[in-house]
DNA sequence: TGATTTTTGTACCGCATCGAACAAATATAG
DNA sequence: CTATATTTGTTCGATGCGGTACAAAAATCA
């Protein structure tokens, strides 16, 4: 390790004897997510991020680690809030293009969620670009990818044994289809395409998965 | 313009009277492409570009004007070889599933044809995350995604017309399945899923999306 | 109160970055 | 051969970058 100061783990506050930190570390990372969100990893510096968080550069520093320890952070939690919105528009017992439209509209939502025009998806708008020389970030990727997948699979299963669809529908294909339709919708978003429009995209693309 | 200097439009060898220029182009371009899409247009920097190009900074400069411009040509460019890509794929006349192998086929030639590990999409793995805060990119982005969307829109079409598909089939959300799919695969080359799994969930998606 | 501990904020370092200035080099035109 | 036009290659400058050193600030413990 290269620090020897006498401290516990990066962003834990001891809770003992020293200067209160003067900010909220989720807050802080929901605005690094924001400005990486927009300007990528690359494309963002620590002066951003610092300006970002009202933090200067050692508070930053020592809360979060560097720069890539941060952006994975961020990525990580991203994934997280992405994988919950799933599960929770899958959870609920809806008939089956309802229920993909839930989660279509769940992820919209977070595209959306910004203030200034649509960010799209945090990992597709950021992550992508830098996996190829990046393992962490790749690993990451690869992932979070499977699990939309699997998260998919299993809810086709389910309808195949419902007789939500026909008995030689693949879940598998079925299933990739459904991501690949989020990963053009996040896309789509960040090229400009209206909220509407998006939509009706998905709602079609939903049409024709269910058969 | 910024530039007074006695000269033709950059990139043009006006073929008169100076010292001959000791770069080709067009070599000088598939470098610079290669570059960006490794690192991404933040990630690289003209240090990078001159180095993988062989030429120096303000070679260039004269060239292909500052770092954007030279960006945005390499990205057009890159268009213009994956809408070319399509049609050729598309030309022949095969059945619809075997034509829809090919786009995928050729794509997916692109996204594996550097040296080192796969780098996908150029566009998806450079031009999305800057098409955010940068208009020409953004929009050069939507053009192309709406190129894609109506080449794969009309052979839907076509074959609808000729049976392969049955007669309720919707060609234009048939068509963003399609595209959808080809950005998944983009994204996941990135990812670094060997490419004979790509092939797998290509050709299982096109066996959904032939009915 | 005084010692201790932790965070803050300023200032800074070394390096990379984009872009430009400028002279040397190399061609053609007359 | 001389003048002119264009490209090359070195060098430079101003700024931005990630990361750190260090002292002041602000809390708790004794």
Chains 1, 2 share one sequence.
Request: glycine share 8%; charged share 25%; aromatic share 8%.
């Amino acid at each position: 390790m290269v620090q020897k100061t006498t401290k516990t783990e990066p962003g834990r506050s001891a809770r003992g004897r020293g200067r209160p930190r003067s900010y909220d570390p989720e807050t802080a990372l929901r605005s690094a997510t924001e400005t990486f969100w927009r300007g990528g990893f690359s494309g963002t510096s620590l002066d951003d991020i610092a300006a970002a968080t009202g933090m200067n550069k050692p508070s930053l520093y020592a809360a979060f680690g560097d720069k890539h320890a941060l952006y994975l952070e961020v990525l990580s939690r991203y994934w997280q809030l992405a994988f919950a919105s799933m599960r929770e528009a899958l959870a609920e017992d809806l008939p089956l293009d309802e229920a993909l439209m839930r989660v279509y509209d769940g992820a919209m939502a977070i595209y959306f969620s910004g203030a200034g025009p649509a960010q799209g998806c945090f990992v597709v708008g950021t992550a992508v670009t830098e996996a190829l020389e990046d393992r962490e970030i790749r690993d990451s990727l690869a992932a979070g990818i499977r699990t939309f997948d699997a998260g998919f699979e299993t809810r086709f299963r389910r309808a195949r044994e419902q007789g939500e669809l026909k008995k030689e529908a693949d879940p598998a294909a079925l299933a990739v289809l459904a991501t690949a339709m989020m990963h053009t919708i996040a896309i789509r978003a960040r090229a400009g395409i209206p909220r509407a429009e998006l939509r009706e995209l998905a709602s079609k693309a939903v049409e024709v998965i269910c058969g």
